[in-house]
């Protein structure tokens, strides 16, 4: 499956924006989806997640109830919803797949990865 990232951007602090990640080559219904951010000097970090069934979702604890995961199988496209963004958000944002069952929050474990969307929120 092959991904690719968009939707970044620059917004003011208390923003919104929302990223996608359209895939090709496979049904993403195939994939648990994860979302990692990396800022400058820091190591990837998990974000979020949605497993394969779409039943279940997990966030960081640094996004929870700001963040969240959806995805559209008509479009093949999951979502990275973010809400009231703050400067500490501000990274290159990259979307990954995997076939490991369950919550999975490592980047070890995710076998495909989009090529990153930079988000700037300024205070």
């Known amino acids: 499956v092959q991904l690719q990232a968009s939707g970044g951007g620059v917004v003011q602090a208390g923003g919104s924006l929302r990223l996608s990640c359209a895939a090709s080559g496979r049904s993403l219904r195939n994939y648990a989806m994860g979302w990692f951010r990396q800022a400058p000097g820091k190591e990837r970090e998990f974000v979020s997640m949605l497993t394969r069934s779409a039943r279940s979702s997990y966030d960081a604890d640094s996004v929870k109830g700001r963040f969240s995961t959806a995805r559209d199988n008509a479009k093949n496209t999951v979502y990275l919803q973010m809400n009231s963004l703050k400067p500490e958000d501000t990274a290159i944002y990259y979307c990954?797949?995997?076939?490991?069952?369950?919550?999975?929050?490592?980047?070890?474990?995710?076998?495909?990865w989009g090529q990153g969307t930079q988000v700037t929120v300024s205070s």
């Open positions: 990954a797949a995997t076939t490991v069952v369950g919550i999975v929050t490592t980047a070890d474990q995710y076998f495909h």
